[in-house]
Each structure stands twice: as structure tokens, then as C-alpha cells.
């Protein structure tokens, strides 16, 4: 289920909300939002869920705003006040020279309010401890980026991203560029891989729905993959292939 998760609620919350809702005894989602993120979180139900992993590996598009002139603890407007400094003057020649230099393969150091584990425990405990530890950059991809408009102290961004992509920290890094400090102020998901948002699909919406609406509402347990080449077993090979044996079958790429 295409789930347009709302602002407040964790994305385990949702998840959990949602699988009440179908009973279904197994349940997963494709890839955390924060509280503060709204908008696409694929549920995987059921035997979907074995699915759930290419979901969690695709590309991932987002449309934020990065508020300018100081930082917060937590990279958006649920932290508290960090660091200050005045805004440079801003012109879209000089915003695009910057967030050019953020396009394509690309280092990030995760944040610490981020579920990334240290010795077993997450680190937005031990940033919640006042400890910080230092976290390794790790390479991700920026695929595009454009400015959808601006004021003289905010950017908002349409950016599609590899996994495994903190919009937080590339805000942070964004402003920073430009001279100052900032944060994120907005993040909304508005495509997971092949799948589009469809803005409907809230909570609500389902619980305001029969069994049988809701249920016409699941796209295929395949649709994860759907997009996949497909290939036709021959015939009396289909079982074999079925229960993990080996199989010799020719294919067009």
C-alpha cells in the first residue's frame, strides 16, 4: 500500500496503523521517515514483505526547504538552536553554482540523531546523552537536484537520491556552502523508486474505507519487482525453478 504518511508519527507507527487495519500478521516499510517527514512510506504486507528490501535499496525523491541563518541540534526544526550567522545576499546564479557541486557521487557523514548503531546501541541515544562520536563519510548519490524557489533566507529543492541519503545533513552542507548555517524546516517524500505518491492514500482515508474498498486499494505482492525483466520458464523446468534449484534459462536482457 502507496501510504502517504503524515507529519507527527513515526514511520513504525504508521506501519502499525496501517497493518491493523488489513490484520495482516506480517508488515513492513520501505525506507524511515522522520516524525517530522510526511509523504510516501511504501507498507509491505504479508509475503510482500520479501519483497520489501528493493524498495529500501531504490532511489528516493523528495521535495524539502532548507531554512538559512542558523543550525539545530538535530538538523531540523524539532532540534534546538545551534549555531548563528548572517545570510550571504542570495541570486539563483550563485544557488545553482552551489548545489551543482552536490550532484552526482558524493561523500556524507550520517548525522547523530540518525538509527545508525555504535557498539549496539542508536546513536540518537548517545546524542540525546550529550556524546558524540565520529561517523565514517560514506559515498551516496545525488541524482538530480533543482531549485524550485527561494527567499532571501530559505532554499526549497526538489532532489532525487541514492539510499542511504540524510536530506538533513546535505541541507546542512547546502548552507554551509552558501556561508551560513541552516536546517530543515520541510521534508516530504514524493517517490520511492518506480512508485509515484498518490497525495489520497492517508490513514484516514483507509479507515474510512470497507474491508473490500481497502483491499482493492493493494497493488500485487510482485509490484516490487514488477518492473523487472520477466522470463518464462520452460516447460517441465518451472518447478525446479521454483524450489531454488539450478536452471539453465535463456533470456533476452
Known sequence: FLLNKPLGISSNA???????LYRAQKGGHTGALDPLASGLLPICLGEATKFSHYLLDSTKRYHTTIYLGHSTTTGDVEGERLLEQAVPALTEEKIQQVLAG???????????YSALKKEGRPLYELARQGIEIEREARPITIEAMELLSFTENSLTLDITCSKGTYIRVLGEDIAKALGTFGHLTYLH???TGQFDLIPSYTIEYLESLTEQER???????????????????????????SRGMESNIEHEA
Not at 14 to 20: D, P, S, Y
Request: glycine residues 6%.
Open 14 to 20: 504508521a506501519l502499525q496503523r496501517v497493518r491493523g
Open 102 to 112: 552536490f550532484v552526482g557521487d558524493i561523500q556524507q557523514v550520517p548525522p547523530m
Open 189 to 191: 517524500r514524493i517517490k
Open 215 to 241: 483491499e482493492a486499494l493493494l497493488l500485487p505482492v510482485y509490484a516490487p519487482v514488477d518492473h523487472f525483466p520477466k522470463v518464462q520458464a520452460p516447460e517441465g523446468r518451472a518447478e525446479y525453478f
